[in-house]
């Protein structure tokens, strides 16, 4: 007969996956939605070059997931139930917010829902690390959007500049095919640094249950997983977030696409090298917001980017407080 213990880490593992293969779908827009909107790929071949991708990037590195697992708070501290509270809370969040079509980020909720259940469970904020939050989470949740906007502003500006004397049909005929590029270095970015998360978490269950030493390398059963639900997420693809960024933001030519997808992937990949759990989301599409406003600042519809970043600001206070909630319903039932 199972042990309680085993049923729990079973919960969390399954959790994990959902999660991840919930943001695999929530954040298809982050990787294709720029091309989909410059109709260089139709949404069936934009998606499944995502879902490649993102299957590939997710294998490539175990950084953002030490962050995750050992990083934020103190795993002896906790137990299975605190884990399976946080993944409700950011699973709830990304389901609401991909209904009304917002891109918020799957990270921070993820990061919020575990570090509101951890003091909700141990009743101290001691049980969290800080400064660990502050210098990984914080800083880069304030700085990546407003690198991510410089990006997209200066590497479109710099594209004005040098093609200002070649005509727009051939401009838009050579992009058509870098944005397939810069649409791909996207996705693999966003693999990269996304379904690390999961694998993290899943890592972080292991060690509160005692089937992984804190030193040990996530299990390679667990990047498997983790990679092929964020791909299986991705192939179902999410318009609605796809709509909100590529078509109701700022009105893209391919020369544009190229020019945010390039920049942000750059900035998610110089954050995945140094363990960073940044929101893709929140990168895209500072970028986009920067390449329209690199022609003019009107150019961007501001009323549908104030939508987003009012999400931004939400997520981790909201994901906090339902995942202490969540582990106070689990506590009143003597799960925890």
Sequence with gaps: MLSLNLIMLIIVVVLAIA???INGFHDTANAIATSVATRVLSIRAAIIMAATLNFAGALMSEKVAKTISKGIVNDLKLSLAVVAAALLAAIIWNLITWYFGIPSSS???????LIGASVAHSWSLEVVSWNTVLYKVILPL??????GYLAGLFLMSFLYKALRKVSNSIVNRIFAKLQIVSAAFMAFSHGNNDAQK???????????SGQMGPNDSIPVWVKLSCALAMA???SIGGWKIIKTMGVNMIKLQPIGGFAAETGAALVIE???AFGMPVSTTHVISTAIMGVGSSKRLSAVRWSVARSIVWAWVLTIPLTMLLGGILTSIFAFFKLT
């Design 19 to 21: 999660f991840d293969f």
């Design 107 to 113: 990270s921070h909720a993820l990061i919020g829902g």
């Design 142 to 147: 304030l700085a990546s959007p407003i690198v």
């Design 198 to 208: 999961s694998m993290g978490i899943i890592a972080l269950a292991l060690l509160v």
């Design 232 to 234: 299986l997420g991705t």
């Design 270 to 272: 110089t954050a995945t």
